[in-house]
């Protein structure tokens, strides 16, 4: 259940970059402009429900414990995962259909497919981690104070909307403009700032950014999301809480780092656009470095909490937990969690986000290593057709590559002999070895063997949904779906994911002595 929340979370996150990088849109356009900007705030809302959900599980163990009983001894049902894919498809197809440079003019079109595709999506996702009565019973525990919490993490960002009126943002933005003003100060020479309009930014050789630390950047909606947070927290733990202690020194604290983090935030913003890119800065970091640090914020409240015994009556707190190292389950689904996270965190904070590949590679390891004991169970023996196959599938995707486009070779010239033999050597290993072992873990593996029903066609819909869904990981469609659909007809063929892993790495390893031979990473 966890491990499928995690996954849901990964995919809203891939939603969310695909039409940020993809798709041009202004809300005001629209002619529909509240609904627009619902659709944009769907991370952050899931984000909060998220960190909501973990405190109800540490909260009330026992209507947990009973949630986990009812799942378990519910039986195997295929249709959640279909419809939830089926769903996931839909949402993407207003970029596969190219309307992503005028989303604007297609708002009209595009929104049907976001609609159906979100209403599928989630009821076949509920479904998927447990049944009906299930959920009934987990929101219905306490008098429906689940329910009455997971409502209310989902309306919080419009509940910080709302009170931020409330503050006095003006006087606030002061102090947060003095103090990014003095941190700019502190890594650079070509200072820019004009404190009457509230600008301020980096005058340098490479263009240079200014922003405007207004209303939302002068640290007001991250106070009223700590506030609501905390509040949410003391509301969970009553019983076990120290009032008025608690509020006298979670709240204060909570938000000083708030603010702290939001100076840092602004300040790393006005440096990557100053130094990097404004694009980066703007599409990239300006859009989730404030939810990513808003989670931290929310984990470590949570730690330093639960942590601190002069907080609670008693010294001891329940914390359930789960043996995830030798699950088989969890091997399959969580390298490629891990793989996504930090795919995600390379688009964030990097221009070129296959330069950040040795941090891929250094997730993908520590993910590999971590769930190896469940790993290690695996049957292993070397199967020619396998290797043949692969082959196959190696040689026809260098064929008919099409003409090589894109910056990553010039940005790779800029690493160096020494880092672009390092970058060369990380990225030989994860797309050889490690990247095919976590793909056909989660899509042959977990996804392709849920979806596997004795019926014929329950069998071939299973494999044209884990190639279709395979297929959006790779800028090649088409071609990444008959690769997909090769190496889950070996996975089916004796019922072994290790089969379809071999021709995997055999793929790729082709693909990437050629692309070292030619020097064009842009190949893989």
């Known amino acids: 259940m966890f491990l499928l929340a995690g996954l849901f979370l990964v995919e809203l996150a891939v939603l969310a970059i695909a039409y940020q990088f993809f798709a041009s849109i202004e809300c005001q356009q629209t002619g529909w402009s509240a609904g627009c900007t619902l659709l944009r705030s769907l991370m952050g809302r899931a984000i909060v429900v998220l960190a909501a959900s973990g405190l109800i599980a540490v909260a009330w163990p026992d209507a947990l414990r009973r949630f986990l009983a009812e799942v378990a001894a519910a039986p195997r049902r295929t249709w959640p995962a279909l419809l939830h894919f089926v769903g996931l498809v839909l949402m993407f197809i207003p970029i596969l259909r190219g309307w992503g440079p005028e989303l604007g003019a297609h708002f009209a079109s595009a929104l049907p497919y976001w609609l159906a595709g979100a209403a599928l999506a989630m009821v076949g996702g509920l479904a998927w981690v ?57 890594i650079s020479d070509e200072v820019y700032s004009d404190p009457a309009l509230y600008q301020i930014g980096i005058n ?57 983090l939001n100076v840092l935030r602004i300040t790393a913003l006005v440096w990557i656009g100053a130094r990097v890119s404004p694009d980066l800065a703007v599409n990239g970091f300006h859009s989730y470095a404030g939810w990513f640090l808003f989670t931290l914020l929310t984990l470590a409240v949570i730690a330093v909490v639960q942590a601190t015994p002069w907080l609670h009556r008693t010294n001891a707190i329940a914390r359930p937990g789960l043996p995830m190292r030798r699950d088989p389950v969890a091997a399959q689904i969580l390298p ?101 072992v976590v793909e056909e873990l989660f899509f042959r593996g977990y996804l392709l063997s849920r979806l596997d ?30 690769a997909g659909l090769v190496f889950g007809l070996l996975a089916l063929r004796r019922g072994r994911v290790t089969d379809a892993i071999q021709a995997h790495m055999t793929a790729n390893a082709l693909i990437a002595l050629v692309a070292l031979a030619r020097s064009d990473w842009t190949l893989i």
């Open 204 to 260: 340098s050789a490479l263009g240079g950014i200014v922003v405007r630390i207004g209303q939302p950047c002068s640290g007001v909606e991250g106070f009223a999301l700590i506030t609501a947070f905390v509040a949410l927290y003391g509301y969970l733990f009553r019983a076990d809480l120290r009032f008025p202690r608690y509020w006298l020194v979670v709240l204060p604290l909570g938000l000083l780092a708030s603010w702290i």
């Open 130 to 186: 447990a049944p009906g009565s299930a959920w009934h019973h987990l929101i219905a525990h306490n008098r429906y104070s689940v329910a009455l919490v997971l409502v209310l993490a989902a309306i919080l960002p419009d509940l910080a909307e709302t009170v931020r009126p409330l503050w006095d943002w003006t006087a606030l933005s002061s102090i947060t403009f003095a103090a990014v003003e003095h941190l700019l100060n502190l």
């Open 453 to 482: 029903g004795p019926a014929p066609w329950r069998r071939w819909l299973a494999l044209g949904i884990t190639s279709a869904t395979f297929a959006l990981l790779h800028g090649r469609w088409f071609a990444a779906a008959a």
């Open 336 to 436: 490629f969690i891990a793989m996504m996270l930090a795919g995600i965190l390379t688009s964030t904070f990097l221009i070129e986000p296959a330069l950040g590949y040795p941090l891929v590679a250094f997730v993908l390891i520590a993910a590999l290593w971590f769930v190896w004991p469940a790993l290690r169970q695996l049957p292993l023996s070397p199967d020619p057709l396998s290797l043949a196959l692969g082959g196959v599938v190696g040689a026809a995707w260098v064929i008919f590559a099409p003409p090589a486009t894109g910056t990553l070779n010039d940005s790779l010239a800029t690493l160096g002999s020494l880092g672009f033999a390092l970058w060369v050597a990380f990225r030989l290993l994860g797309t050889a070895v490690l990247v095919p």
